[in-house]
């Protein structure tokens, strides 16, 4: 089947999922989350062919492909998640009555049919189905060749539950075709695909944007930063500092630069390096980073320009001091790809201060940036982190796959 006929598939049944009761979409969702479960040997058994056939990936890569039993329980219980909150389909925003007597709504609708293109991330399938499902819309998943056989096994479970318990499964639709040329087939869909979302490589997302004929959903790269304000106190800064680069350095809300006031940096980095350069990542600092590492015993190489703005995705970070808190907001703003950034202060001002006049999608004080994900925001699943401001910013759950129309209802107006 070609990429234009599996779209249009999902186009042929797009009013299905819209018009589905609330009811309907929360048991279709506890369906699907149990038939993962249910199904977890034979997702992991093709899984593991997956892994083996991708066995020339890098380790982060792997990361993200593989599946196991408590992998699957999460994102069960993410989709789960969603059945607790409010059906953002059919929601009055804003009603009034015009100068003519007209009675007007603002009504939120599905976006229609999604597509989404995205990498060796499976657990992506399930979310963006679940998602789909929540709010109304059809789907049409494109992933890449290295979870071709996984998302295949994810797809027909889900497919299939839906059908047993006697509803319709032909609004959910994945391609086939994961070759270059289907890819671009996929972008060039804008008969059928209403919106089309990138979620992987910062290449695979320039690409979507550059050759997509439908409106793209940037889910963008993340180059997080934390920040080590002057007052900050030393232990928490560590243990977010660890926790941002080392739980999953492999995801997009990872850290990868550090910046530190110039006169903490003597007191701090010895410590925080250290502890990072234990864990085997590597360091790339700036000339103070540089001589205060070489002084202390620590593995540090000099960063370059090019440093500062790199999503490492593995055991690498940048390391640079700052005279103060307007340095480390201009810094991070030219910077960053504005996804999630950090500071660690005991000053309430320049918390505030960073808060402001960060231009990132989410900005925290005291906090890690593993944070910036839909399940720990209470969205459940999610389809993706935008960094861009149109037409949605943060992570993607429920009310971010929606549009809105207007009702007016009348008694006989004309405009004069």
């Known amino acids: 089947m070609t990429v234009c006929e599996t779209c249009k598939i999902a186009k042929d049944h797009v009013a299905y999922p819209a018009l589905l009761t609330s009811e309907d979409k929360n048991r279709m969702l506890n369906i699907i989350a149990d038939a993962l479960t249910d199904n977890t040997a034979s997702i992991i058994s093709a899984n593991e062919k997956d892994i083996e056939n991708g066995k020339n990936l890098t380790a982060y890569l792997i990361d993200r492909l593989r599946l196991t039993e408590a992998r699957i329980k999460g994102i069960a219980e993410g989709i789960v998640k969603l059945t607790e909150l409010d059906d953002p389909i059919n929601k009055i925003t804003a009603s009034w009555i015009n100068h003519a007597g007209l009675k007007i709504e603002r009504v939120t609708v599905p976006l229609g049919v999604v597509g989404i293109i995205y990498e060796a991330r499976p657990n992506v399938t399930c979310d963006v189905v679940a998602l789909c499902i929540k709010t109304g819309n059809a789907v049409v998943l494109r992933g890449s060749k290295d ?37 671009e087939e996929f972008m060039h869909a804008d008969k059928y695909i209403d919106v089309l979302i ?106 370059t320009d090019e440093d500062y703005g790199k999503e490492y995705l593995g055991y690498e970070i940048s390391c640079k001091t700052v005279n103060d808190v307007d340095e480390a907001i201009a810094h991070i703003n030219k910077c960053s790809t504005h996804h999630s950034e950090t500071i660690i202060t005991e000053d309430s001002a320049a918390a505030e201060k960073f808060l402001k006049e960060i231009d990132s999608a989410a900005v925290y004080v005291n906090a890690s940036t593993r944070f910036t994900d839909g399940f720990e925001f209470g969205f459940g699943a999610e389809l993706g982190i935008s960094t861009q401001k149109l037409h949605a910013r943060g992570p993607l759950g429920p009310e971010q796959l929606t549009s809105f129309k207007y009702r007016i209802r009348g008694n006989g107006q004309c405009r004069k």
């Open 198 to 303: 990138p979620r992987g490589s910062a290449n695979l997302i320039q690409t979507t944007k550059k050759n997509a004929t439908m409106p793209v959903i940037e889910t963008g790269a993340g180059n997080c930063h934390i920040y080590i304000e002057k007052s900050a106190d030393i232990q928490t800064a560590l243990n977010i500092l660890l926790n941002g680069k080392l739980q999953r350095p492999g995801v997009c809300n990872a850290l990868e630069s550090i910046l530190i006031d110039k006169s903490a940096a003597e007191k701090f980095l010895p410590v925080l390096l250290k502890a990072l350069a234990d864990n085997n990542v590597v360091i790339h600092g700036c000339a103070d980073t540089v001589k205060i590492c070489k002084k202390a015993g620590i593995p540090v190489v000099s960063a």
């Open 147 to 183: 979870a071709f056989i996984t998302n295949t096994e994810l797809v027909r479970i889900m497919k299939k539950a839906l059908r047993d318990n006697g509803y319709e499964s032909e609004f959910i639709q994945l391609i086939e075709d994961t070759t270059r040329s289907g890819a």
